[in-house]
T-cell receptor, first 116, second 116 residues
Framework: AQKITQTQPGMFVQEKEAVTLDCTYD???????LFWYKQPSSGEMIFLIY??????QNATEGRYSLNFQKARKSANLVISASQLGDSAMYFC?????????????FGQGTELSVKP | GAVVSQHPSWVICKSGTSVKIECRSL??????MFWYRQFPKQSLMLMAT?????????EQGVEKDKFLINHASLTLSTLTVTSAHPEDSSFYIC????????????FGNGTRLTVT
């Protein structure tokens, strides 16, 4: 069974500062994918970044980077230079078994609040 | 542009009635779609996998007779909440995988169901 855990229900960060959102996972499948999504109050799910289990380098997408520590089974999201618009729920998610198809299972989420 | 179209975006219905939610793939044919449910301040919980031309696969604890899924074409999946009750009030969101390798899961904008 797969499991994905976000232990921070809520986080605060000062505008323009960096913040790290934690995510740990557990799977016995050697092939898996890790995703981060942002969900503002409107409810839409916005894809942020992806990391494959065989990827050698940490994924980066603009102000988002993923600190992938495979041995520790962690995939923390780092948001640099926080903006007020970054205030939202953030979900870590995992897909087992290869690069396409399969179920995506979500962590509990972290509510990020950016202070001006 | 949007990959997934979900309708309606919100619906209010009386207890005991049924509600149908539509999910359309706009850009390509999708043999598989996923239905999630999200209660306020909680994570997305996978309800079922919708398979074109065959029966849906339901997650443990999800009543298949209550949440009817029909995936009759390669671009349309529907979720019908039958005999809705107030505890079915939730945010329902459909999704499908992109075609590219390592594509993220694309989500509809969700349907907010309120049962009175």
């Amino acid at each position: 069974a797969q499991k994905i855990t976000q232990t921070q229900p809520g986080m605060f960060v000062q505008e323009k500062e960096a913040v790290t959102l934690d995510c740990t996972y557990d799977t016995s499948d050697p092939s898996y994918g890790l995703f981060w999504y942002k969900q503002p109050s409107s409810g839409e799910m916005i894809f942020l970044i992806y990391q494959g289990s065989y990827d050698q380098q940490n994924a980066t997408e603009g102000r988002y980077s993923l600190n992938f520590q495979k041995a520790r089974k962690s995939a923390n999201l780092v948001i640099s230079a926080s903006q007020l618009g970054d205030s939202a729920m953030y979900f870590c998610a995992m897909r087992e078994g290869g690069n396409q198809g399969g179920k995506l299972i979500f962590g509990q989420g972290t509510e990020l609040s950016v202070k001006p | 542009g949007a990959v997934v179209s979900q309708h309606p975006s919100w619906v209010i219905c009386k207890s005991g009635t049924s509600v149908k939610i539509e999910c359309r793939s706009l850009d390509f044919q999708a043999t598989t779609m996923f239905w999630y449910r999200q209660f306020p301040k909680q994570s997305l919980m996978l309800m079922a996998t919708s398979n074109e031309g065959s029966k849906a696969t339901y997650e443990q604890g999800v009543e298949k007779d209550k949440f009817l899924i029909n995936h009759a074409s390669l671009t349309l999946s529907t979720l019908t909440v039958t005999s809705a009750h107030p505890e079915d009030s939730s945010f329902y969101i459909c999704s499908l995988w992109g075609l590219q390798l390592n594509s993220p899961l694309h989500f509809g904008n969700g349907t907010r169901l309120t049962v009175t």
